[in-house]
Structure formats: structure tokens, C-alpha cells
């Protein structure tokens, strides 16, 4: 039986559970009868009243209401197709939604089912993943319940050497929701780190299938520390880590917090799509934090210091060496000096 997570509406058919959601949603707080919801769905009013109950056991609360029926009280922050994409209003992302009560890794699912033909603007959600992707083969952590964890999948009609915009764009909308949701202000590190007061609060991971001219699909993965506490942040993490809770000190709807991320995705993709990449370059420009800053950037066993200078149209990071040359880097991780 489809719940309210397992693929959600991944065949576009709609759980019980959803729909009888959506029941109560339309009469916005009022008392739904076991009647209408057993004629609108054609069950039973046992199996109704299954539903209810299995609804209460993931956090929805109801109350019944004698000889009248029953009224939906309150629902759960649970990233689930049914509570994201209410009230949700994109052009592309978000056409389909696959949300998991825990998965091996976002990417790794998105990815799959881009290869099998999953079109633009499906987007994949975990409570938990116990495979967590960071870059070079690195772990993220990933505890349920807590944080978002979401893939989604872009088909834009750009070259392979382009594809690094497409980090530059999610970390635009990752620190638009953060303000719109926090009043924060974060930066951004090259080349995908977002952080707060210093700490990484969110980490992207874009991958991509692609041939000699042509992107077949990119993979925008992206992981945001929303409510994640102190204590389940393990003792080697290469940097300093926070999460908008231990920010703001207070809960952050996670939820809320997706939807204003997802709406900053589609906003800054529609602007790509139609004006090109400057925009996003620019709003990039403005939150980075290492403009002049003197650097160390690492990838595998070489290591070159220098002044951050920018990044140019490809996203390579602009490093002006101590003999004055300009060397554009493509990879690595930088250590601020
Ligand atoms: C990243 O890698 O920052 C990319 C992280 C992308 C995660 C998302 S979650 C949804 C999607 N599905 C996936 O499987 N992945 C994506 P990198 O720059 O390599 O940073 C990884 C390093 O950050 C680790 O080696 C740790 O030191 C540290 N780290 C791990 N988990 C963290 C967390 N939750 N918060 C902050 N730092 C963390």
C-alpha cells in the first residue's frame, strides 16, 4: 500500500493517505464526516477510519467530533509530496516529487532515475540517508528528521563547461531561503559551501551525465543543517558546522523552509533559462566571501596559494599567484590564510 512517503506520487496516482489530506484541506480547519470521506474516496468507513489512525501514527492530530466527523487539528513538519507541494507554486521544479523516510543517497536515487528518462523538475527528498554524499568520495552527515536532503533534476540545453553554473545558481536560492526564512545572512565559499557565523550550514553536490556538446541532465544535490543540534555533529568534520536552529535559536520549519527553497530554485532557473547566467553570477558575486582574501586551495596532492581575484563564466575560481599570474582553478578546497 502507497503511504504518505514510498514515492509519494511517483506514478502521479495519489496515496489514500493524500487524498484524504487534501479532504481536509479543502475545508480549510472544518469537520469532514466519515461519509464524505468514504464516498469521495469509494472505501469503506473502516478503512477510513485505518487511514486516520495511520495518519495520527506519523504526527497528523485529529479530533472527532461526535455524530459529525472529524477535523484535522494540526500536521507534522514532514517532508512528504503531500504537505511540499501544498500551497507550492513553481513552473518547473517540482513537478513531481519522491520522498523517502530514509534512502541510501538523494543523489544517487535522482540520478537513477534521470538515466531512466525522469524529467526536468522531479525532485527527490530524504528524511534521512545512510549515504550521504559529499564531494571526492566524502561523507554527509545526514540524521533524520532534522535537515533537508533533496535532489533535483534539471535538463538545461547548455554545454558540459557550463555545468558549474548550475552550482553558482542553487547556492543563490539556498542563500535566498535562508534569509527569506531566517533574516541570516550568509556567505558563500567557493566553490559550494553556504555559511553562517562562520559555519557550513549547507553543502551542494551537482553532478552531471553529459556528452562532448551536449548536458544530458544535471543532478542539483543540495543539504541544508536546518534543525540539526550540536550533539549530532560527530567530532571530525573538516570545518567548523551549524545548522539555522543553533543560528537563530529557535525551531525552523522545515517545510516552510523547503518550500521557500524550492520557490528560490524555480525563480533563479527561470531566470537562467531566459536571461543567462549574469544574474545568477552577480547575486553569486555579492555573498561570496573571499573577494581579495589570500587563500591555500587544495585538490589531490598539489597545493597553490594566492589573492582570490573572482570567478570567470565557467566558475573557475580567479587566483593571482605571488608572481603575478592569474590562474584560473578549477577544483579543490580552500583554506583561508
Ligand atoms: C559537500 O561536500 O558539501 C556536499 C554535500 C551535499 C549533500 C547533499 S544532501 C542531498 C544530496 N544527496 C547526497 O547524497 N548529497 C547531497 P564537501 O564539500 O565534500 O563536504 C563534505 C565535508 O563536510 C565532510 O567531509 C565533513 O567534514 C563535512 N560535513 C559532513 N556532513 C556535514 C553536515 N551535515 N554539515 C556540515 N558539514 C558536514
Redesign the pocket.
Known amino acids: 500500500m502507497k503511504d504518505l512517503f514510498a514515492q509519494g506520487n511517483e506514478t502521479g496516482e495519489k496515496s489514500l493517505d493524500q487524498r484524504i489530506l487534501e479532504l481536509f484541506r479543502e475545508k480549510k480547519g472544518g469537520v469532514v464526516s466519515g461519509e464524505e470521506l468514504s464516498s469521495a474516496l469509494g472505501v469503506s468507513r473502516t478503512a477510513v477510519w485505518k487511514h486516520i489512525k495511520t495518519l495520527k501514527a506519523i504526527g497528523y492530530r485529529f479530533t472527532a467530533i461526535p455524530a459529525q466527523g472529524y477535523r484535522l487539528v494540526s500536521s507534522p513538519d514532514i517532508l512528504v509530496p503531500a504537505e511540499i507541494s501544498s500551497g507550492l507554486v513553481t513552473r518547473r521544479i517540482g513537478r513531481r516529487f519522491i520522498c523517502f523516510r530514509e534512502t541510501e543517497?538523494?543523489?544517487m536515487v535522482a540520478f537513477r532515475m534521470a538515466e531512466e528518462g525522469a524529467e526536468e523538475g522531479t525532485v527527490v527528498v530524504a528524511e534521512a540517508?545512510h549515504l550521504?554524499?559529499?564531494?571526492?568520495g566524502?561523507?554527509?552527515?545526514?540524521p533524520p528528521g532534522v535537515n533537508l536532503?533533496?535532489?533535483l533534476i534539471l535538463r538545461p540545453p547548455i554545454l558540459p563547461t557550463q555545468a558549474a553554473q548550475l552550482t553558482f545558481l542553487s547556492a543563490v536560492a539556498v542563500t535566498r531561503a535562508i534569509t527569506e526564512m531566517t533574516l541570516l545572512q550568509p556567505v558563500i565559499k567557493w566553490p559550494?559551501?553556504v555559511l553562517v557565523g562562520g559555519g557550513?550550514v549547507a553543502?551542494?553536490?551537482n553532478e552531471m551525465s553529459a556528452e562532448t556538446e551536449k548536458v544530458n541532465f544535471i543532478v542539483l544535490?543540495?543539504?541544508i543543517?536546518i534543525n540539526m543540534r550540536r550533539d549530532q555533529f560527530p567530532n571530525d568534520?573538516?570545518?567548523p558546522?551549524t545548522s539555522l536552529a543553533l543560528e537563530t535559536g529557535r525551531e525552523v520549519s522545515r517545510l516552510e523552509f523547503t518550500r521557500a527553497l524550492l520557490t528560490a530554485l524555480d525563480d533563479s532557473y527561470d531566470a537562467y533559462l531566459t536571461n543567462g547566467y549574469d544574474t545568477i553570477r552577480e547575486e553569486w558575486l555579492s555573498r561570496f566571501s573571499m573577494n581579495g582574501r589570500e587563500v591555500r586551495v587544495t585538490f589531490q596532492n598539489n597545493s597553490q596559494a594566492g589573492m582570490v581575484m573572482g570567478i570567470d563564466d565557467d566558475g573557475a575560481l580567479l587566483l593571482r599567484l605571488h608572481d603575478g599570474r592569474v590562474e584560473r582553478v578549477l577544483a579543490g578546497d580552500v583554506t583561508i590564510l
Do not use: M, V
Not at 132 to 136: A, Q
Not at 138 to 142: D, G, I, L, Q
Open positions: 543517497s538523494t543523489n540517508q550521504g554524499k559529499g564531494r571526492l566524502r561523507r554527509w552527515e545526514s536532503y533533496c535532489s559550494n559551501d557550513k553543502g551542494l553536490l544535490g543540495i543539504g543543517n568534520l573538516r570545518h558546522a
